[in-house]
């Protein structure tokens, strides 16, 4: 507390509760809220990755399939985190510094961060198909870089929401952050909005959406259609992963015009 200028656990409830400068409570923050699609995905990696492990240690030879999900899942992952920090780095921390100080340990902790996501992204693209004893260590390697990373990420985000959201909160309004966010929701493609937006419920995709400014038309038209194809191509890359097996695909998945009914 004291890192943001807080001096008190009433003063920090205070600031992080909705109030007259801040309409939602400090979770609903939208950097907050990336923090979680950037946990959601992490997490989802690791189990996808300790299964395959799993597979591979007792014998089981390592599937095309197998590789194609780990490569797409850390690609998607090396585009979002990148993105994020980018956006922190050019537009929100530029923003924040303009009245307060924002603690150089969440700008210089990116640099370490990237270097584990460089590795990775390179121990994945050196994936291939093959016998359990002959990908076995690079399997192994993968998942140890991959730990150490999530490891880090998370103490990071929980840095920031720690002393970087309280911080904000307390020196700036909701309608002032709601310029820097529309800078930022400017620079994203409807994939990466899908992004954003993975690991909430469907009326919750809706309200967040519609709580940034996002005409209902535009949801409907263009956002919604590329969460769906989230959801057929990353997502299900998620859960076979995880299973350890390709899944049988539901029959009432809607394409083309039909998915604008939402």
């Known amino acids: 507390m004291q890192a943001a200028g807080i001096e008190s656990q009433a003063e920090l409830e205070r600031i992080l509760a909705p109030n007259k400068a801040w309409p939602h409570p400090a979770h609903q923050d939208g950097w907050k809220l990336s923090h979680d699609a950037i946990r959601r995905d992490m997490d989802a990696l690791l189990s996808g990755l300790e299964r395959t492990r799993a597979l591979v240690e007792s014998g089981r030879a390592l599937e095309a399939w197998q590789v194609a999900h780990m490569q797409l899942l850390v690609k998607d992952m ?40 460089d590795r990775t992204r390179d121990l994945a693209a050196a994936m291939r198909p093959g016998s359990a004893q002959g990908c076995k260590s690079l399997v192994s390697d993968l998942l140890s870089t ?7 990420m998370r103490q990071h985000l929980e840095e920031e929401e720690i002393v970087g959201l309280p911080l904000m909160r307390k020196h700036f309004t909701a309608a002032e952050l709601e310029v820097c966010e529309k800078k930022i929701v400017a620079d994203l493609k409807p994939s990466d909005m899908a992004f954003f937006l993975r690991p909430m419920d469907m009326p919750t995709k809706r309200a967040t959406m519609t709580r940034f400014g996002i005409p209902r038309l535009v949801q409907t038209l263009v956002l919604l259609p590329a969460v769906r194809r989230d959801a057929r191509t990353v997502m299900h890359a998620y859960a076979e992963l995880a299973a350890g097996e390709q899944l049988q695909r539901s029959k009432g998945a809607r394409k083309g015009f039909l998915c604008f009914a939402a």
Do not use: C, Q
């Open 78 to 117: 090396y585009h979002n985190v990148h993105a994020h920090h980018d956006h922190e780095e050019e537009i929100f921390f530029p923003w924040m510094e303009s009245r307060v100080v924002v603690p150089p340990k969440m700008s210089s902790d990116h640099k370490t961060l990237m270097a584990l996501l």
């Open 146 to 152: 991959f730990s150490t990373l999530r490891a880090h």
